[in-house]
């Protein structure tokens, strides 16, 4: 590094820039450690900005085995990819609803996704996005997916 120049690491999206020459003494053992350490943070912060299908339907799955847990087993909800969440077919009432929803929102922060499911873009749908866990993941994708 000649004169003036100076390399830039960037620590994750919220974070300025560090330079390198601030914190340690370029090109030795330290620095090769320091720098797979901000690579690799800077691939989990990519990593926490996608989420799959298969992890969407997880976290509802999971959200629908706790919300179980509070309630007596003759009024059970099925766990299953397939299965209805709210409606007729379903034991689910609308307070039950609003507790399984805050449970997968807070899901979703965890991973960084900071979504509300029961806003008014799906309250105005024709079709309730809550009616089953395929149904649910699928708005839940879309509205994960918008920028």
Do not use: K
């Not at 499911?117 to 996005?129: E, G, I, N, T």
């Amino acid at each position: 590094m000649g004169g003036s120049e100076s390399r830039r690491i960037v620590f994750g999206p919220a974070l300025e820039c560090l330079h390198f020459e601030d914190f340690i003494r370029p090109n030795s053992v330290w620095s090769a450690g320091i720098t797979a350490l901000l690579l690799l943070s800077q691939f989990t912060a990519v990593r926490d900005r996608f989420v799959t299908i298969t992890e969407i339907e997880g976290v509802v799955l999971d959200a629908v085995r706790n919300l179980n847990l509070a309630r007596p087993p003759d009024v059970q909800l099925e766990v299953s990819a397939e299965a209805p969440l709210f409606g007729v077919d379903s034991p689910l009432d609308s307070l039950g609803l609003v507790s399984l929803l805050i449970d997968i929102e807070e899901a979703l922060s965890d991973r960084g996704f900071q979504v509300t499911l029961s806003d008014a873009r799906a309250m105005s749908r024709s079709a309730s996005p809550f009616r089953s866990v395929p149904i649910l993941v699928q708005y839940i994708q879309s509205i994960v997916s918008v920028p």
